[in-house]
C-alpha cells in the first residue's frame, strides 16, 4: 500500500499544526474551557489520534 506514508505524514502535520495552534490560543487568550498550553494539550491530542486510528483500524477489518 503505496498511500499510508502520505497519509501518516498528513497526519503528524496536521496533528502538530493542532497542537501549536490550541497552545497559542491557550496562552494568549486564556478561558474556562481553555486545556492550557504545551505539552497537556500535546498528550491530549496525541491520546485522542491513537484512539480513533485504532478504532478505525478495528471496525476495518470487522466484516460486514
Not at 18 to 30: I, M, T
Not at 39 to 59: E, K, Q, S, Y
Request: proline content about 6%; glycine content about 8%.
Amino acid at each position: 500500500i503505496h498511500y499510508v506514508p502520505v497519509v501518516a505524514a498528513i497526519l503528524t502535520s496536521l496533528t502538530a499544526a493542532l497542537v501549536v495552534g490550541y497552545s497559542h490560543v491557550g496562552a494568549v487568550r486564556p478561558a474556562l474551557s481553555s486545556v492550557g498550553s504545551g505539552w497537556p494539550v500535546a498528550w491530549r491530542r496525541m491520546l485522542c489520534v491513537t484512539i480513533g486510528v485504532t478504532a478505525a483500524f478495528i471496525f476495518a477489518y470487522i466484516p460486514r
